[in-house]
């Protein structure tokens, strides 16, 4: 298959890249390169992907629609996967300029090349975000979602209703999928992971909001692209509408476009997670407790039954396993960077 895929400089773009790129498919790959962190590892990231024949990077800004014009000529995609935007809850709280352009006016040039190039699938990444401070848990899909706590969530949840809205009017399959707390390898410098990790090993003390009672439904990020590449055949119609006993289809009755989240259901105390990085590293952390943060929310829980209905999986790797393999890439990643900033500059 062909795809498109927006933000493979990123964390959970650049795995789903390489996973369909090493089974044969042909990717081109849009992202902006934006400096919300460190670039150096965006070029990383693409500089593996490019390794592959068969990737084709188009580098340009989410809003501009030429650029992603000249994504979707390098090859007709079968299928667009929207995963680019500005991402990160607390952040959204400094600049909420960035969500309004890259969430809401770059998802809307996404679905106007959809609407042009007509593919088979449009599969949009939302976030869990959307479920706000929702006290009904597991949170099912068809759950109340609409007080987001945050700029970042009500730009997620708008981007799924302007999807409803261009399957409907002009027939283009989507399917929305909602992220839970995803984590590992190449994970974003910003993420509580890379920090944790960052700060033991730096010595410096990890600052550990809601005093460590909160709660997050962790989801590694291997787990998510089987997730996706899975989705990926499963088109929104009437025939694959499930009708499992106890499992609610979120098809919608006027357009080919569903809602799906993506989570295990099992979530575990923001305490617990940084014990289970502390064994991983191998170090105790000095540990700074802190208040809530302003849009931060007590939980998150998926409810994966719909997904599960779906593709026959749902995201099953242990924390423990999921954070000893990030902590193992991060000590070599900081290797090679270090042995990199040694090497001499090359004379042209």
């Given at each position: 298959?062909?795809?498109?895929?927006?933000?493979?400089?990123?964390?959970?773009?650049?795995?789903?890249?390489?996973?369909?790129?090493?089974?044969?498919?042909?990717?081109?790959?849009?992202?902006?390169?934006?400096?919300?962190?460190?670039?150096?590892?965006?070029?990383?990231?693409?500089?593996?992907?490019?390794?592959?024949?068969?990737?084709d990077?188009?580098?340009g800004?989410?809003?501009?629609?030429?650029?992603?014009?000249?994504?979707?000529?390098?090859?007709?995609?079968?299928?667009?996967?929207?995963?680019?935007?500005?991402?990160?809850?607390?952040?959204?709280?400094?600049?909420p300029?960035?969500?309004v352009?890259?969430?809401?006016?770059?998802?809307?040039?996404?679905?106007?090349?959809?609407?042009r190039?007509?593919?088979?699938?449009?599969?949009?990444?939302?976030?869990?975000?959307?479920?706000?401070?929702?006290?009904?848990?597991?949170?099912?899909?068809?759950?109340?979602?609409?007080?987001?706590?945050?700029?970042?969530?009500?730009?997620?949840?708008?981007?799924e209703?302007?999807?409803?809205?261009?399957?409907?009017?002009?027939?283009?399959?989507?399917?929305?999928?909602?992220?839970?707390?995803?984590?590992?390898?190449?994970?974003?410098?910003?993420?509580?992971?890379f920090?944790?990790?960052?700060?033991?090993?730096?010595?410096?003390?990890?600052?550990?909001?809601?005093?460590?009672?909160?709660?997050?439904?962790?989801?590694?990020?291997?787990?998510?692209?089987?997730?996706?590449?899975?989705?990926?055949?499963?088109?929104?119609?009437?025939?694959?509408?499930?009708?499992?006993?106890?499992?609610?289809?979120?098809?919608?009755?006027?357009?080919?476009?569903?809602?799906?989240?993506?989570?295990?259901?099992?979530?575990?105390?923001?305490?617990?997670?940084?014990?289970?990085?502390?064994?991983?590293?191998?170090?105790?952390?000095?540990?700074?407790?802190?208040?809530?943060?302003?849009?931060?929310?007590?939980?998150t829980?998926?409810?994966?039954?719909?997904?599960?209905?779906?593709?026959?999986?749902?995201?099953?790797?242990?924390?423990?396993?999921?954070?000893?393999?990030?902590?193992?890439?991060?000590?070599?990643?900081?290797?090679?960077?270090?042995?990199?900033?040694?090497?001499?500059?090359t004379?042209?």
């Open positions: 298959m062909r795809y498109l895929i927006t933000g493979t400089a990123g964390f959970i773009g650049f795995h789903l890249a390489r996973r369909l790129l090493e089974a044969g498919h042909s990717v081109t790959g849009f992202d902006g390169m934006t400096p919300y962190y460190d670039v150096s590892l965006k070029r990383k990231r693409h500089g593996i992907l490019e390794t592959y024949r068969n990737f990077p188009v580098i800004a989410l809003e501009d629609m030429a650029a992603l014009d000249r994504a979707a000529a390098v090859e007709q995609p079968d299928a667009i996967i929207h995963l680019a935007a500005q991402a990160g809850v607390r952040y959204s709280l400094e600049n300029q960035a969500y352009t890259s969430n809401l006016t770059g998802s809307w040039t996404v679905l106007e090349l959809a609407k190039v007509q593919p088979k699938h449009l599969l949009l990444a939302s976030s869990s975000s959307i479920y706000g401070a929702n006290e009904k848990v597991p949170f099912a899909e068809t759950d109340h979602a609409d007080e987001p706590l945050t700029l970042y969530a009500a730009t997620k949840k708008a981007m209703a302007m999807g409803h809205s261009y399957a409907h009017l002009y027939k283009i399959p989507t399917t929305a999928f909602r992220f839970f707390t995803v984590y590992g390898p190449w994970g974003r410098p910003d993420m509580a992971l920090k944790f990790t960052d700060a033991i090993l730096n010595g410096r003390p990890l600052e550990i909001y809601g005093e460590g009672k909160m709660s997050r439904d962790f989801t590694y990020i291997d787990d998510l692209v089987e997730s996706i590449v899975r989705l990926v055949d499963v088109v929104p119609a009437e025939e694959n509408r499930v009708t499992v006993p106890g499992v609610e289809d979120t098809l919608s009755r006027h357009a080919p476009y569903r809602i799906v989240n993506i989570g295990g259901g099992q979530p575990i105390e923001l305490i617990r997670f940084v014990e289970t990085v502390e064994a991983a590293v191998g170090e105790p952390a000095l540990r700074r407790m802190l208040p809530m943060q302003k849009g931060d929310v007590p939980r829980f998926a409810l994966p039954d719909l997904l599960h209905a779906l593709t026959g999986y749902k995201p099953d790797t242990p924390v423990e396993k999921g954070v000893l393999e990030f902590v193992h890439w991060y000590r070599e990643w900081k290797r090679e960077s270090a042995v990199a900033e040694q090497l001499p500059e004379v042209s």
